[in-house]
Antibody
């Protein structure tokens, strides 16, 4: 079935970087955009950026520009989100989500989420 | 950036009630509006896309309407499994901003 499976929970120290993976299966990876969204505990959803897996083109929310990098490896249908210079406020669950242009770019498939803890 | 607001921020309702949640965009987004349901500890689930189109597999008691800046999500007869937080999101332009959410709990 169509799914996105993310890598496991991470614990990082302030100032470090984290790289989360998102493996797609059940569909043609290059045909759909991948978005990254995060959610701090008890808080709302925050869009971080997106990537066109076919071209590799990316776009990032201004808040994260300079700290976030979204990449992909098309040979294994996997997208990655790397966030650098981590601070305590970056502790959150990070989700990847498929964007479907035929649905007005709606996010129709989500990964299970990856918990990132930032602690010294 | 396009700002999204939702009202109410929370509501209490009973099984069988009709529930309406409102979402407003700070500028026109045509019908590039999505509704999600999120339960505790789970990823969001797509309910409605393009403002009024029901995602496959979503019960027909969910409906969406609106265009431009004002949108609504309606649950015609609330079921026990519908107690959750609901978010709207615009995909008209990046950053694809979300509303702050509406928590629906049991009265």
């Amino acid at each position: 079935q169509v799914q996105l499976v993310q890598s496991g929970a991470e614990v990082k120290k302030p100032g470090a970087s984290v790289k989360v993976s998102c493996k797609a299966s059940g569909y043609t990876f290059s045909n759909y955009e991948i978005n990254w969204v995060r959610q701090a505990t008890g808080q709302g959803l925050e869009w971080m950026g997106w990537m066109n897996p076919n071209s590799g083109y990316t776009g990032y929310a201004l808040k994260f520009q300079g700290r976030v990098t979204i990449t992909r490896n098309t040979s294994i249908s996997t997208a990655y989100m790397e966030l650098s210079s981590l601070r305590s406020e970056d502790a959150a669950v990070y989700y990847c989500a498929r964007g479907a242009r035929r649905l007005g770019a709606a996010f129709d498939i989500w990964g299970q989420g990856t918990m990132v803890t930032v602690s010294s | 950036d396009i700002q999204m607001t939702q009202s109410p921020s929370s509501l209490s309702a009973s099984v069988g009630d009709r529930v309406t949640i409102t979402c407003r965009a700070s500028q026109s987004i045509s019908t590039y509006l999505t509704w999600f349901q999120q339960k505790r500890g789970k990823a969001p689930k797509l309910l409605i896309y393009a403002a009024s189109s029901l995602q496959s597999g979503v019960p027909s008691r969910f409906s969406g309407s609106g265009s431009g800046t004002d949108f609504t999500l309606t649950i015609s007869s609330l079921q026990p499994e519908d107690f959750a937080t609901y978010y709207c999101q615009q995909t008209y332009s990046t950053p694809f901003t979300f509303g702050p959410g509406t928590k629906v709990d049991i009265k």
